[in-house]
């Protein structure tokens, strides 16, 4: 009777006690200090919490806890520590996992919740029988929630924990969650101590296989450090401890990149701001010793450009050792020159020959080298990431994390060096964050499953990476990279709160063709613009910029540098093919060229596509600024082409009007020194201009007010580039392209729409399929590559199967992309298939007598019948041509030894011929007028 008047009385006071957070001890168990225990204790303090940790710095004698049972020795070592709380009726004991437990309350919130649990002893619970299963039917059923205990975390009155724990022996070896739950299992002890689960996760949250119940919730707290909380959708309650146990870990570091205060939407990143390293010593010694490991793995475009942002590296030189790995022969000289200029500059500059080695040998050689040389951090940089922030490398060794990488973007896309989750097969998958990370709306430091092409790893971590890129030799070195490190539990962070730089694009680049960077305008157009748009050029985009007119509506401006224009002509002196000047050009609809040049067209060098581009990019904002009310965006243009001038061969040009809108004439190379004379005389003002600097621009309009004149060129050779914008040919398009689709009154209206949907189909066809075989040519050079490597001396020579498994995954690649290009062919077949079958069965003559006009007697505007004879030669040469190609594929891809060479002669065979477009084009502007009865006031304008 006496004993249960006590032990009311002890009921009675808990349960009216008194919140203090002086009640609250908590034990967590480490042997080491990880990055998980790091961020464990840090939530810890956070929330002012007071606790201890058993067993650091001591050896582990608990097994093999990731991969099977074990951990007894965190109940002896909790049993040692709470000898001194044996008989301590109010203490409030929390134990806690050391590795993989995030804290998100204070004391007084926990033991809020404890109290109203009505527990003596409260143990987290989970959805899993673990580690016997058979024990399942023996647990009391729940009216909500999980059923089985989880002994990662649990919560109770000390001197009831204390007589759990000492209850049985136990052996370090043995399971530690087993014994509590025979604990637990055992009705007399779950009675005699008030033994409870947290089914509904009012305290614990266990992640394993509840990661869908949880979401995080940013609405607006009382609590300034708990501007962030889980919330656990599936029982509506707000777990405040978090663990992640089994395979929920990589959930959990997501979920840590904002609960226990690391960050929030008041204060943003609070943990960026901690455990800071400052480096602003003017000793130059005082820096730490870093080598920085470049690699080439593939043709880079603007190499230069990436020598250069390392050279901006705003860290002593002297500090810094680069070793270049260089997997590519054709940059091979570009290395040699950076190595050479920067001898003596830095601690050493040293090129290793990567051409035998595989990328995993030589990322894994890159850290062996740094080991070797005594360095504190690796710095990775790949030729694909170009650094904009001169203090890249002193802002993340300042961020004192083991593994960092800047977060980069390439291009406009959301495409970075890091991935938020991983899917079940470890590749990426897109986590809730991501966006709002990659486009900078969330600035911190971001725990994340896998980074690329631009990190920090410090040297603590050095030596437990060797050989972790060629950990999983299945996947390529950089996932073997992460996959090891998240394996062993190495967080890995990624920093977004500066704009450290961007990633290149380098898909499809050829580093054989010697101006592959002057054709990249689309794939990196910042780059482009740097090296081949005049700097001062953006001036003239300024409400104030005072443009020269050296004549009467004669706009003078910079526009490209002098590196473009050099490499301009030399693209078009490689070419070589000069027009010969006359006035027959069969590369002209029609075959006449009234004022002939000598010349080279854009198309007949691949770069009308990217001068188009330039054109609405860069020309047309100028000509809406100059030629105020005219606007045509995109603009068009089908001539344009580079002029040489020259005292032997065409010295000069007779006065003219241009067939353009408005005209963009851009010197190519410097008067005086390169040439005498020339220059460009306006007629009807009788005002010349001359000596225009390399890379302006004039631009006038084009028909009616500018006849103009090229005037001798007495010296040397003179090189000018020339635009038509807009041509009157042009703008007829464009108001056939308005027209709808409607049955025309005459069977010339449906052959027209068929010349026209040819016309995009055959665009279409040449722009994937030179793009396919660019992507062929390149898999084809890896196959040779992968076919010629030796592995007898690297750490692949184990697995035989290596080699022919990667290229039997190439050939199926190659076999992908010959199918593609083959349907493009045939799908082109079929419509000219049917155009023919119109061309046959309609009669254009008989439809409109205004074949009678001589006026349709020109080289210019055929007569009625001359057209539909036309279109049926484009039919009949294009057919051949699609043929032609067709045979090309079905012998290239029979022939599997030698196909990398004739790679170069598909490509220039797939190209469209000049003659196509412009013939349909004459075609369709002549049919239109025929159909709408105005061709004579056509031929007028």
Same mark, same amino acid.
């Given at each position: 009777?006496?004993?249960?008047f006590?032990?009311?009385?002890?009921?009675?006071s808990?349960?009216?006690?008194?919140?203090?957070d002086?009640?609250?001890?908590?034990?967590?168990?480490?042997?080491?200090?990880?990055?998980?225990?790091?961020?464990?204790?840090?939530?810890?303090?956070?929330?002012?919490?007071?606790?201890?940790?058993?067993?650091?710095?001591t050896?582990?004698?608990?097994?093999?806890?990731?991969?099977?049972?074990?951990?007894?020795q965190?109940v002896?070592?909790?049993?040692?520590?709470?000898?001194?709380?044996?008989?301590?009726?109010?203490?409030?004991?929390?134990?806690?996992?050391?590795?993989?437990?995030?804290?998100?309350?204070?004391?007084?919130?926990?033991?809020?919740?404890?109290?109203?649990?009505?527990a003596?002893?409260?143990?987290?619970?989970?959805?899993?029988c673990?580690?016997?299963?058979?024990?399942?039917?023996?647990?009391?059923?729940?009216k909500?929630?999980?059923?089985?205990?989880?002994?990662?975390?649990?919560?109770?009155?000390?001197?009831?924990?204390?007589?759990?724990?000492?209850?049985?022996?136990?052996?370090?070896?043995?399971?530690?969650?087993?014994?509590?739950t025979?604990?637990?299992l055992?009705?007399?002890?779950?009675?005699?101590?008030?033994?409870?689960?947290?089914?509904?996760?009012?305290?614990?949250?266990?992640?394993?296989?509840?990661?869908?119940?949880?979401d995080?919730?940013f609405?607006?707290?009382?609590?300034?450090?708990?501007?962030?909380?889980?919330?656990?959708l599936?029982?509506?309650?707000?777990?405040?401890?978090?663990?992640?146990?089994?395979?929920?870990?990589?959930?959990?570091?997501?979920?840590?990149?904002?609960?226990?205060?690391?960050?929030n939407?008041?204060?943003?990143?609070?943990?960026?701001?901690?455990?800071?390293?400052?480096?602003?010593?003017?000793?130059?010694?005082?820096f730490?010793?870093?080598?920085?490991?470049?690699?080439?793995?593939?043709?880079?475009?603007?190499?230069?450009?990436?020598?250069?942002?390392?050279?901006?590296?705003?860290?002593?030189?002297?500090?810094?050792?680069?070793?270049?790995?260089?997997?590519v022969?054709?940059h091979?000289?570009?290395?040699?020159?950076?190595?050479?200029?920067?001898?003596?500059?830095?601690?050493?500059?040293?090129?290793?020959?990567a051409?035998?080695?595989t990328?995993?040998?030589?990322?894994?050689r890159?850290?062996?080298?740094?080991?070797?040389?005594?360095?504190?951090?690796?710095?990775v940089?790949?030729?694909?990431?170009r650094?904009?922030?001169?203090?890249t490398?002193?802002?993340?060794?300042?961020?004192?994390k083991?593994?960092?990488?800047?977060?980069?973007?390439?291009?406009?896309?959301?495409?970075s060096?890091?991935?938020?989750?991983?899917?079940?097969?470890?590749? @990426?998958? !897109?986590?809730?964050?991501?966006?709002?990370?990659?486009? %900078?709306?969330?600035? &911190?430091?971001? #725990? =994340? $499953?896998?980074?690329?092409?631009?990190?920090?790893?410090?040297?603590d971590?050095?030596?437990?990476?060797?050989?972790?890129?060629?950990?999983?030799?299945?996947?390529?070195p950089?996932?073997?990279?992460?996959?090891?490190?998240?394996?062993?539990?190495?967080?890995?962070?990624?920093?977004?709160?500066?704009?450290?730089?961007?990633?290149?694009?380098?898909?499809?680049?050829?580093?054989l063709?010697?101006?592959?960077?002057?054709?990249?305008?689309?794939?990196?157009?910042?780059?482009?613009?740097?090296?081949?748009?005049?700097?001062?050029?953006?001036?003239?985009?300024?409400?104030?910029?005072?443009?020269?007119?050296?004549?009467?509506?004669?706009?003078h401006?910079?526009?490209f540098?002098?590196?473009?224009c050099?490499?301009?002509?030399?693209?078009?002196?490689? @070419?070589? !093919?000069?027009?010969?000047?006359?006035n027959?050009?069969? %590369?002209?609809?029609? &075959?006449?060229? #009234? =004022? $002939?040049?000598?010349?080279?067209?854009?198309?007949?060098?691949?770069?009308?596509?990217?001068?188009?581009?330039?054109?609405?990019?860069?020309?047309?904002?100028?000509?809406?600024?100059?030629?105020?009310?005219?606007?045509?965006?995109?603009?068009?243009?089908?001539?344009?082409?580079?002029?040489?001038?020259?005292?032997?061969?065409q010295?000069?040009?007779?006065?003219?009007?241009?067939?353009?809108?408005?005209?963009?004439?851009?010197?190519?190379?410097?008067?005086?020194?390169?040439?005498?004379?020339?220059?460009?005389?306006?007629?009807?003002?009788?005002?010349?201009?001359?000596?225009?600097?390399?890379?302006?621009?004039?631009?006038?309009?084009?028909?009616?007010?500018?006849?103009?004149?090229g005037?001798?060129?007495?010296?040397?050779?003179?090189?000018i580039?020339?635009?038509f914008v807009?041509?009157?040919?042009?703008s007829?398009?464009?108001?056939?392209?308005?027209?709808?689709? =409607?049955?025309?009154p005459?069977?010339?209206?449906?052959?027209?729409?068929?010349?026209?949907r040819?016309?995009?189909?055959?665009?279409?066809?040449?722009?994937?399929?030179?793009?396919?075989?660019?992507?062929?040519?390149?898999?084809?050079?890896?196959?040779?590559?992968?076919?010629?490597?030796?592995?007898?001396?690297?750490?692949?020579?184990?697995?035989?199967?290596?080699?022919?498994?990667?290229?039997?995954?190439?050939?199926m690649?190659?076999?992908?992309?010959?199918?593609?290009?083959i349907?493009?062919?045939?799908?082109?077949?079929n419509?000219?298939?049917?155009?023919?079958?119109?061309?046959?069965t309609?009669?254009?003559?008989?439809?409109?007598?205004?074949?009678?006009?001589?006026?349709?007697?020109t080289?210019?505007?055929?007569?009625?019948?001359?057209?539909?004879?036309?279109?049926?030669?484009?039919?009949?040469?294009?057919?051949?041509?699609?043929?032609?190609?067709?045979?090309?594929?079905?012998?290239?891809?029979?022939d599997?030894?030698?196909?990398?060479?004739?790679?170069?002669?598909?490509?220039?065979?797939?190209?469209?011929?000049a003659?196509?477009?412009q013939?349909?084009?004459?075609?369709?502007?002549?049919?239109?007028?025929?159909?709408?009865?105005?061709?004579?006031?056509f031929?007028?304008?």
């Open positions: 009777m006496i004993i249960w006590i032990f009311g009385l002890i009921w009675v808990r349960a009216n006690l008194v919140i203090s002086n009640q609250l001890h908590v034990f967590t168990v480490a042997t080491e200090e990880t990055d998980g225990y790091l961020r464990t204790t840090r939530s810890l303090r956070q929330f002012a919490l007071n606790y201890s940790v058993l067993g650091l710095n050896p582990w004698h608990g097994g093999d806890v990731k991969n099977t049972v074990g951990g007894g965190k002896r070592l909790l049993r040692d520590a709470l000898t001194d709380f044996k008989h301590d009726g109010n203490a409030i004991i929390l134990f806690i996992d050391g590795y993989d437990v995030i804290i998100n309350a204070n004391a007084e919130i926990i033991l809020e919740r404890f109290y109203k649990s009505g003596n002893v409260l143990f987290s619970a989970e959805g899993f673990w580690p016997d299963n058979s024990l399942a039917v023996e647990y009391p059923v729940v909500s929630g999980k059923r089985y205990l989880n002994s990662g975390a649990f919560i109770g009155y000390a001197s009831d924990i204390y007589k759990i724990i000492t209850e049985r022996s136990l052996r370090d070896e043995d399971d530690d969650q087993l014994y509590y025979h604990i637990f055992d009705p007399v002890m779950r009675e005699k101590h008030k033994i409870k689960l947290d089914s509904t996760s009012a305290i614990f949250q266990n992640l394993h296989g509840a990661v869908d119940d949880v995080l919730d609405s607006p707290s009382e609590h300034r450090m708990r501007q962030v909380r889980l919330a656990n599936a029982y509506g309650t707000e777990p405040v401890i978090i663990h992640g146990n089994g395979k929920s870990k990589m959930h959990l570091n997501y979920l840590g990149n904002y609960i226990g205060n690391w960050w939407p008041i204060d943003g990143c609070v943990a960026c701001n901690e455990d800071l390293i400052q480096l602003n010593s003017d000793n130059e010694n005082d730490p010793f870093v080598v920085l490991a470049c690699f080439i793995n593939s043709g880079t475009p603007f190499l230069d450009k990436y020598f250069e942002s390392i050279l901006r590296l705003d860290y002593p030189k002297t500090r810094i050792g680069i070793v270049i790995f260089n997997r022969e054709p091979a000289v570009k290395v040699e020159h950076f190595v050479n200029l920067m001898d003596g500059e830095y601690h050493f500059v040293q090129a290793d020959s051409i035998s080695l990328e995993r040998n030589a990322r894994d890159a850290v062996d080298i740094c080991l070797e040389s005594g360095c504190d951090y690796l710095f940089v790949d030729a694909e990431a650094i904009d922030f001169p203090g490398l002193k802002t993340l060794i300042e961020k004192n083991s593994l960092i990488a800047p977060m980069m973007i390439r291009g406009e896309a959301l495409w060096n890091f991935w938020g989750a991983l899917n079940d097969d470890g590749f @990426y998958a !897109r986590s809730d964050d991501y966006i709002s990370i990659a486009k %900078r709306e969330r600035l &911190g430091l971001w #725990n =994340v $499953p896998h980074f690329s092409t631009i990190y920090l790893i410090r040297k971590r050095l030596s437990l990476l060797l050989s972790a890129y060629s950990y999983n030799v299945k996947n390529d950089d996932m073997s990279f992460t996959q090891f490190c998240r394996e062993k539990g190495f967080f890995m962070y990624v920093d977004n709160t500066e704009k450290y730089g961007h990633i290149m694009v380098s898909d499809n680049y050829n580093p063709n010697r101006f592959a960077d002057f054709y990249n305008i689309f794939q990196n157009r910042r780059e482009w613009e740097e090296r081949y748009l005049d700097e001062k050029y953006w001036d003239t985009l300024n409400n104030d910029y005072q443009f020269e007119l050296p004549c009467p509506d004669v706009y401006f910079p526009l540098s002098k590196q473009f050099k490499e301009l002509i030399a693209v078009m002196e490689n @070419y070589g !093919r000069w027009s010969s000047g006359s027959l050009d069969s %590369r002209l609809a029609g &075959g006449y060229e #009234n =004022v $002939p040049t000598r010349d080279i067209h854009m198309n007949q060098v691949d770069f009308e596509r990217q001068w188009l581009n330039i054109l609405d990019e860069y020309v047309r904002p100028v000509q809406e600024k100059t030629f105020i009310g005219y606007y045509n965006k995109p603009p068009h243009a089908i001539m344009n082409f580079v002029v040489r001038y020259k005292p032997d061969e010295p000069a040009l007779r006065p003219h009007h241009d067939a353009s809108t408005y005209t963009v004439d851009v010197a190519l190379n410097k008067a005086g020194d390169d040439f005498e004379g020339g220059g460009v005389r306006y007629v009807r003002y009788n005002c010349s201009v001359t000596n225009s600097p390399v890379g302006w621009a004039l631009m006038h309009p084009g028909r009616l007010t500018h006849m103009h004149e005037l001798p060129t007495t010296r040397g050779v003179r090189y580039l020339v635009s807009d041509p009157l040919i042009q007829v398009l464009s108001q056939m392209s308005r027209v709808s689709d =409607v049955n025309y005459f069977e010339a209206g449906r052959t027209f729409r068929q010349i026209r040819l016309i995009e189909l055959s665009k279409e066809m040449e722009s994937d399929g030179l793009e396919q075989i660019d992507f062929l040519s390149n898999l084809l050079m890896q196959r040779q590559s992968v076919e010629e490597v030796d592995l007898a001396d690297s750490r692949l020579a184990s697995l035989p199967e290596f080699q022919t498994t990667l290229m039997a995954e190439i050939d690649e190659v076999t992908s992309v010959f199918g593609k290009l349907e493009m062919v045939i799908h082109c077949q419509v000219c298939a049917e155009l023919e079958k119109d061309l046959n309609s009669n254009w003559h008989s439809e409109k007598q205004v074949e009678k006009s001589s006026r349709l007697a080289p210019f505007w055929p007569a009625v019948d001359q057209l539909q004879m036309w279109a049926s030669e484009i039919v009949v040469m294009y057919s051949a041509d699609l043929q032609r190609r067709k045979s090309d594929l079905d012998v290239l891809f029979v599997t030894l030698t196909p990398l060479t004739k790679m170069t002669q598909l490509k220039q065979n797939w190209k469209q011929s003659w196509f477009e013939k349909c084009n004459h075609i369709m502007a002549c049919v239109h007028y025929l159909i709408n009865g105005t061709l004579d006031s031929i007028d304008e």
